[in-house]
């Protein structure tokens, strides 16, 4: 069974920053690379980033992160990152890392991804 495991998370004064970790049991060969989610109470799980989209783009981000948050990857090691900068209130949540379904498609929907990491919470405080 592909399992995720996350590290990284905590709480920082805004304009902090933190870095997230994340280690996959294997490699997920995919049309959608691996990404990032976050969930806030009340909210839906959206799109942080992801490494790779299904017409072979590199690094997609969702619209409120674009600027301070950046994505990359060790694939020697099945690991993913997210670099946090410039931290805000409202990125307060838990953020998931993903690994896609085989055949995804619509890789910015997390219907996309199959396997999921436990979350890790990210408190920003004013």
């Known amino acids: 069974q592909v399992q995720l495991m996350e590290s990284g998370g905590g709480s920082v004064q805004a304009g902090g920053s933190l870095k997230l970790s994340c280690v996959a049991s294997v490699y997920i060969q995919s049309p959608c690379g691996m990404a990032w989610f976050r969930e806030a109470p009340g909210k839906e799980r959206e799109l942080v980033a992801v490494m790779r989209d299904e017409d072979e783009s590199t690094v997609i981000y969702g619209e409120s992160v674009k600027g301070r948050f950046t994505i990359s990857q060790d694939v020697a090691k099945n690991a993913l990152y997210l670099q946090m900068n410039n931290l805000k209130t409202e990125d307060t949540a838990v953020y998931y890392c993903?690994?896609?379904?085989?055949?995804?498609?619509?890789?910015?929907?997390?219907?996309?991804?199959?396997?999921w990491g436990q979350g890790t919470q990210v408190t920003v405080s004013s």
């Open positions: 993903a690994g896609p379904k085989f055949r995804a498609r619509n890789c910015a929907s997390r219907t996309a991804y199959g396997v």
